[in-house]
């Protein structure tokens, strides 16, 4: 079954730094979305992007999405301690299949 | 607005014995009811999710069991805990199609 795969796997960044994670996957994919997990916590929904857009934009987050490639990428620009979390992609075959998650990047963001 | 509650937050439970972890949703019908399990630093792993009541998906083989006696609850279970049923478990709700998942916060669960 198609997975999305975040790299890298952990990174760490001065506050004010941007920070740019990857999302690979294998098959077709209706939308691709990326969610937030501190840590003990749930995941939350951060942004979502269907298979027909390239380019979204959320406050400090600009997710891409390259279908050709089957990758899309999550940058979070000026980064504060706060965003210190962990951050995965979720692929969705079709709406009505359940999500499949990538094992996630750990952002590190040092003030 | 809707919410999902999940319990208890953290349980210690020796090997062998039962498992019974709660999910509710208030504020929505008919969800899409997921449980997801996750080990230390890892992804989630799909356990099981529902579509509606009694209905009942698994996608992966084990020793746990989930059921949805009403529309809005989603119980995972267990007859006879193993160690390696230790993990962190969450539930999710989701109102299906093209429509982002919503977490509970998680129980964190440890076999002795």
């Known amino acids: 079954s198609q997975q999305g795969e975040e790299d890298p796997q952990a990174l760490s960044i001065q506050e004010g730094e941007n920070a740019t994670m990857n999302c690979s996957y294998k098959?077709?994919?209706?939308?691709l979305q990326w969610y937030r997990q501190n840590s003990g916590r749930g995941l939350v929904h951060l942004i979502l992007i269907r298979s027909n857009e390239r380019e979204k934009h959320s406050g400090r987050l600009r997710v891409t999405l390259d279908t050709s490639k089957k990758s899309s990428s999550l940058l979070i620009t000026a980064s504060r301690a706060a965003d210190t979390a962990s951050y995965f992609c979720?692929?969705?075959?079709?709406?009505?299949?359940?999500?499949?998650f990538g094992k996630g990047t750990r952002l590190s963001v040092i003030a | 607005s809707q919410t999902i509650h999940q319990w208890p937050a953290t349980l210690v439970q020796p090997v062998g014995s039962p498992l019974s972890l709660e999910c509710t949703v208030e504020g929505t019908s008919n969800p899409n009811l997921y449980w997801y399990r996750q080990a230390a630093g890892r992804g989630l792993q799909l356990l099981f999710y529902s579509v509606g009541i009694g209905q009942i998906s698994s996608e992966v083989p084990q020793n746990l069991s989930a059921s949805r006696p009403q529309d809005r609850q989603f119980i995972l279970s267990s007859k006879k805990l193993l160690l390696s049923d230790s993990g962190f478990y969450l539930c999710a709700w989701g109102p299906g199609g093209d429509q982002p998942q919503h977490f509970g916060d998680g129980t964190r669960l440890s076999i002795l």
């Open positions: 098959t077709s994919i209706n939308n």
């Open positions: 979720a692929t969705d075959r079709s709406g009505n299949t359940p999500l499949v």
